[in-house]
């Protein structure tokens, strides 16, 4: 499980600098291409994946009828568990929407984080009145059924063209999502806020009028000036 | 011919709801992938469509000269009707805008309703300027024959993937635009606000913490509730 | 050289009057696809293009480390002469940002004029705070090696599906960004104002009530009007 | 269960057919977009499909070791019942191949009637070896590791655009690849050859000259005509 | 009309020489993106186009039932004159065969020289046993009704993204098809045997050891030197 | 340089396991996407890239004319040294063949290995004549400068997505083209032969009927009777 302390961590660390940390242990494979903020000045968003998965529609199976089924997109929402980000795998398939208002009205009831799909939502206004932070490959008319089949809950997915596994862990920001691998996101909370501190005081160098070679990534010279500056705070 | 009245309930029924009804009718093509609003705010357009036709640019047809013809978008324009949608098949060209300020301020004059493309329009602060409500894919600096060739008015037409026929209906709001095919703009019409006002109702009991298998779709007893509550008004 | 008057002519024409000028001389390809303005309201930009090329990155070769070699962005930012505009051939990738807030800063500080790419930045709030006007596909958490490889600056470039040759002409405004043939130059900024002068008077025309055929593109008739106007001041 | 009866029937009916009587029926999306017959002549193959499910690589789970895991490739191999065909999402990758000679040349020994992705193979002359029916989106030298981690097998799948659930049935012959939906097998057996026989005596109609329209669809006339020949013999 | 003598020195004149004469004279986009050879070995074939034009499939009109309108493909066979070459606008979809062997085995009895579309057939074995040259973007199972609606014939229309007007002059051969618009065919046909006279002479000065630069292009020693050996014959 | 004895070993070593070598060394993008066999039957081809690189065509600068200066394909071509693989980077575009028969004639005199690029060439037919093995994304009838300007050689590249540095090391067969950096070419020479005998006993085994847990990848078990019998011989 997640410690609060962790989640509370992570959200001060940018999905920029978690790509960077990732980078640098080898997994390269982690933004999801195609969420995007739904609306701007969302906080932060963290919490474990909570995974959605659909297929493409098939017009015997992705009928109106459908929604009532036991395994639909209702009963998905009706399982999950406060904090998550729930995370949907649309395959990309940007001409249905996979939840409008109502949907996203429980979810908020339900205490759910966010919702991240490489899909798009449906009922924009609506949407956007219940709250809800949402990244989306943007917004569409069309019910799911117009173009995917709902087929379960809390199995391993693909969103954005990135792997994504029950309680790997999402962040969502405004340059997009993130997963960071279950195994990893203790050393992520840990190596977040020393690299964020370093580039907000590059920042300010440059402001000064420093020059980028040697200053960012830093050589001997630069890291000894800033680590002394931190000592004296 | 469509009647004012239905004009009128057509406008307060959305893209989404649209699309609901005529996918349980069997008719899932229907939302035109590109097609976005120009600006945010516009009221829900509706009116029938009035269609343009280009083919892709050739360097021998495609030229500045061509735009004095009398089968140019300049004819096309003074051919519009009071209240019409011009619906534009640019066949997903994103790289020549197919009309800028000029052509779109006399469309106001002329009385149109708003402009529907696949493709984009050019000089964004001048047809902003303008007023008429515009949904496109964007905005780029060429002019048409930089990448299409005009060939036609009221033909049938594709539209973001969409089959379009003169007079069809066409709605565009928030989520993107729908046609209706004429045969079915009555129905529609009937059908589209009972479950928009359905739908407001489920939305209610969402907020005040209803689970949601068995409210939507409804079952039995959701029905029952529902009905009852309408007649108390 | 662009002299200072040529600067200032240009910043007065619209991107969308320079590509029907150059479409006019035989060059359609000018237009590039992808870079869209990364906030509203930028002052348009003009300047001669100081190239910045990437490849895909490879895992041998797009490390952090590389970032300290001498052949790397952070070189290639402090060769960049007052008031150029920095034109990056990210290939179209839109999952790795080329720059972040750090570069950005340092950017403004070296006096360039504007950020063009047909990839994208990251760390959009940090970006968007140092003020530097940006044209990109968008915004991307990653870094620029999680996929690209930095290979060198003033070389030939494709942005966008243009070819940009270092000393071309870059402007950038709401529809886009262009490029003007070095050889071209001139002769835009002599045909430009005369273009634009003619266009605003059109649209109020439009405005009130002239019909397009023969108005736009004018016939002899409406020249001679013009121009009689134009005489009269 | 299928009978070898219905397998029987099913192979003298072409892709094509089963498509068209699919359509009739409400079925449209059916066809797999990507796979291809990976050689020519191969025997039209048929058989319950058995589902293969892939995610996109993460560095951190696709590994060369992963192939040692239970839930691997080569476990879901040793689980096919003969006579099945295998059928494999790959979310459209062409770039790591899925499978190469030897999971091949396995299937061949388990009796699985054919394997189908829109994903690649490897190793191309290694794979035409085995004999084993391929219809794939070509091939790839890099192991499936390279851009995809296998999570399991007889899950509802996505495969070429198209939802196919354990069960269905997969027919594939030069045309590509289909699924009939378990519920329509027995009714598309049924019409499948009289649909077959229709056709090869209007092909042999239109040899001898006759016109179109009338004859395909046919009128009563030819229908009338038609069947008295039939019975005729 | 194409007298038999233009249509007989086409014929021995590749597409390849074709674009590069009309792109000296300033037409860039005359070769068809998407349509290939369907089988190896086809004559190069030349005539008039004559044109088909689909739009997007839609449930309420791409029906079995549309085959028998008098607007049908099947009425617009009908309606071909002897050697022309049908080219059908099937705005790329590649997942419903516009043609099968039956609409081909008739195409052949009118006398048409050819099919190119920048869609697919159906019935690719069907397809062959016909005769009729085909260039198509592949084969695929499904009826055009799956995805087209067929809507006219003899219109402009858009086919592999270039321009094509009813009595432009077709021709297609193993690099694929091109179109020659009407008022430069006899141009083409001027300067086709010209330059196939010369290059075939530039590949034997290639074989004998020559180098390029000066020769191909031919500076003014070279081309003094093939026309001095051209007089000796 | 790279040594006969290198080069003769990688003739012996498969695309497919150069690609697992590499894989395993951490880097995985090796696998040119879009460069296939032009010809069936190609011997495998390695060689040090020599490479080429093109921009977009823009009117002003793609002109036949161009074909005679100094920076030309031409010029290239006379400065390939015997036995290099040409490695074109044409951006992918596919409708514009990069090389006619011409020029890959001359390649052939000069000794070239082969030629991969992520383009097309044209002229299919005079390009099997000459013998030259090809791997390209298929074939174009229009001359290099209808889409692509040529900017040079010897300069780093990306083709088919994948980074190419000048010496790098390109192999190519029937299952496409990959780059062996520079700095492992010794590595991969040295472990390719023993994966490829491992692999062949594999399929033996799996002839012989053995499952595929713990055979591939081998267990412990498997190991040590792998190497007793290679011990055998």
Redesign the interface.
């Known amino acids: 499980m997640l410690s609060p302390d962790i989640l509370a961590t992570l959200r001060a660390v940018?999905?920029?600098t978690?790509?960077?940390i990732l980078?640098?242990k080898?997994?390269?494979?982690?933004?999801l291409?195609g969420p995007?903020p739904f609306a701007p000045g969302y906080p932060r968003v963290v919490g474990p994946a909570f995974t959605l998965r659909f297929?493409?529609?098939?017009?015997?199976?992705?009928t109106?009828?459908s929604?009532?089924s036991?395994r639909?997109t209702?009963?998905a929402?009706?399982e999950m568990p406060e904090g998550v980000v729930a995370i949907a795998d649309a395959?990309g398939v940007?001409?249905a929407?996979i939840f409008?208002?109502?949907?996203c009205?429980?979810m908020v009831?339900r205490g759910v984080a966010g919702l991240v799909t490489d899909g798009v939502v449906?009922?924009?206004?609506?949407v956007l009145a219940t709250g809800l932070p949402v990244w989306s490959a943007?917004?569409?008319?069309?019910?799911s059924?117009?173009g995917l089949?709902f087929?379960?809950w809390q199995?391993?997915?693909?969103c954005g063209?990135?792997?994504?596994f029950p309680d790997d862990v999402i962040v969502a920001d405004?340059?997009?999502a993130?997963v960071i691998?279950k195994?990893?996101v203790e050393e992520v909370a840990k190596l977040g806020p020393v690299q964020e501190r370093f580039?907000a005081w590059?920042?300010g160098e440059?402001?000064k009028?420093a020059?980028?070679?040697g200053l960012?990534?830093p050589?001997e010279a630069t890291r000894a000036r800033y680590q002394a500056e931190q000592k004296q705070g």
Chains 1, 2, 3, 4, 5, 6 share one sequence.
Request: hydrophobic share 40%; glycine share 14%; no cysteine.
């Open positions: 940018s999905t920029g978690i790509t960077t980078l640098k080898g997994v390269r494979r982690t933004w291409r995007k297929v493409p529609a098939r017009e015997d199976l992705a109106p009828e929604w009532a036991p639909s209702r009963g929402i009706e395959m940007t001409e929407g409008g208002d109502i949907l009205a429980r009831k449906r009922d924009a206004a609506g943007g917004t569409a008319a069309p019910p059924v117009a089949t087929v379960g199995e391993p997915i693909a063209g990135i792997a994504i405004g340059d997009g993130v691998p195994a990893l580039e590059v920042v440059v402001e009028g020059k980028l070679p960012y990534p050589d």
